[in-house]
Antibody, heavy 117, light 109 residues
């Protein structure tokens, strides 16, 4: 079964770049029709889609983040990454990595990122 | 950007049936929006119950089903259990971007 696990710093300073990685086990980036997404959830609020990368490597981003976000994949390591630049306190949230597409949706456990000096 | 609408809250009696809906500001929801439904309990990550309108995961209880109803995506719970009390989110694909609904807090009471 596919399992996803987020990793990265839990604390980021304002104006810096938030960087997270998602390790994938039980599945491969190079096969299948899958979308690999980053989704976040501020405390007590709803879910927000940040962006996705397709198996082919093509990316799509939420316009709300477009100028600040980069999602990339390293197929040799079976992981994909999120970089969100110029962060503010409003970017404090639990960040989830998610696989959708053929076979349904699989979520990581989430990782809390706090933006604070 | 499209807005996806869900009922903010619903209440169902134990053993009862309830339908949660997911509408789109752009018009009728179709299978081409590939609707997903997620369940989230306090302190936990969401989990997928339904994908591509009607498909279930192996862990999806049989009492949950997905459909299109009256121009919306729908999640029906038949025979509610106390453990079904949770927040439920739908998710629609508009090609680019993808958009979440605001969530429905379901109370089993």
């Amino acid at each position: 079964q596919v399992q996803l696990q987020e990793s990265g710093p839990g604390l980021v300073k304002p104006s810096q770049t938030l960087s997270l990685a998602c390790s994938v086990s039980g599945g491969s980036f190079s096969s299948g029709n899958y979308y690999w997404s980053w989704i976040r959830q501020p405390a007590g609020k709803g879910l927000e889609w940040i962006g996705r990368i397709y198996t082919s490597g093509s990316t799509n981003y939420n316009p709300s983040f477009k100028s600040r976000v980069t999602i990339s994949v390293d197929t040799s390591k079976n992981h994909f990454s999120l970089k969100l630049s110029s962060v503010t306190a409003a970017d404090t949230a639990v960040y989830y990595c998610v696989r959708t597409g053929a076979g349904g949706g699989y979520w990581g456990q989430g990782t809390l990122v706090t933006v604070s000096s | 950007q499209a807005v996806v609408t869900q009922e903010p809250s619903l209440t169902v009696s134990p053993g009862g049936t309830v339908t949660l809906t997911c509408g789109s500001s752009t018009g009728a929801v179709t299978s081409g929006h590939y609707p997903y439904w997620f369940q989230q309990k306090p302190g936990q990550a969401p989990r997928t119950l339904i994908y591509d309108t009607t498909n279930k995961h192996p862990w999806t209880p049989a009492r949950f089903s997905g459909s299109l109803l009256g121009g919306k995506a729908a999640l029906t719970l038949s025979g509610a259990q106390p453990e079904d009390e949770a927040e439920y989110y739908c998710f629609l694909s508009y090609g680019d971007p993808w958009v979440f609904g605001g969530g429905t807090k379901l109370t089993v009471l």
